[in-house]
T-cell receptor
């Protein structure tokens, strides 16, 4: 099956703990993205990566970190510095090119208590 | 920075009524894409518009790209309960590295 796999789907963590969300794609897409969505809100870009070993901050990168060691993988770490980490996190990917659509994973719900 | 706004934020209609959401970008777009997110789900691509003034239809959905390529609209004729969800427009940033998503319009359809 081709697609984007995010795990875990639901995650509970205590305040002050770091947590890493996994995102794997087998679509051979070059670009990968992480978005945050709060209830009833739009999508805000956290980080994105155009190629392996390179990534850029999005609009709300503070308190988050990423790595892109492999083309297929783009994990997101939510650090204890993120003040309000409870949210729905969406990973996405797209092939190179200005007109190509973006494909989303099913998302990960993170709740910090 | 580049901003993409959508109105209305929320609309509640009776099944069978029409619905329209409008998307406005602060900059000219090379293309615009529309996505639908069902409650509890992830955004799914609906369509892409590229040409100035372009109109595309998918069954009861009509998509339009403005002449100036700065605005777009999605019109649903005779809504059904399956149309429930949030509709997002999105356009590439100037450098084409990322998509800038609109604020979204949440549609609720009552039977």
């Amino acid at each position: 099956d081709g697609g984007i796999t995010q795990s875990p789907k639901y995650l509970f963590r205590k305040e002050g703990q770091n947590v890493t969300l996994s995102c794997e794609q087998n679509l051979n897409h070059d670009a990968m993205y992480w978005y945050r969505q709060d209830p009833g809100q739009g999508l805000r870009l956290i980080y994105y990566s155009q190629i392996v070993n390179d990534f850029q901050k999005g609009d709300i990168a503070e308190g988050y970190s990423v790595s892109r060691e492999k083309k297929e993988s783009f994990p997101l770490t939510v650090t204890s510095a993120q003040k309000n980490p409870t949210a729905f996190y969406l990973c996405a990917s797209k092939p190179q090119g200005s007109g190509n659509t973006i494909y989303f994973g099913e998302g990960s719900w993170l709740t910090v208590v | 920075g580049q901003q993409v706004m959508q109105i209305p934020q929320y609309q509640h209609v009776q099944e069978g009524e029409d619905f329209t959401t409008y998307c406005n970008s602060s900059t000219t777009l090379s293309n615009i894409q529309w996505y639908k997110q069902r409650p509890g789900g992830h955004p799914v691509f609906l369509i892409q518009l590229v040409k100035s003034g372009e109109v595309k239809k998918q069954k009861r959905l009509t998509f339009q790209f403005g002449e100036a390529k700065k605005n777009s609209s999605l019109h649903i004729t005779a809504t059904q309960t399956t149309d429930v969800g949030t509709y997002f427009c999105a356009g590439p940033n100037t450098g084409f590295q990322k998509l800038v998503f609109g604020t979204g319009t949440r549609l609720l359809v009552s039977p």
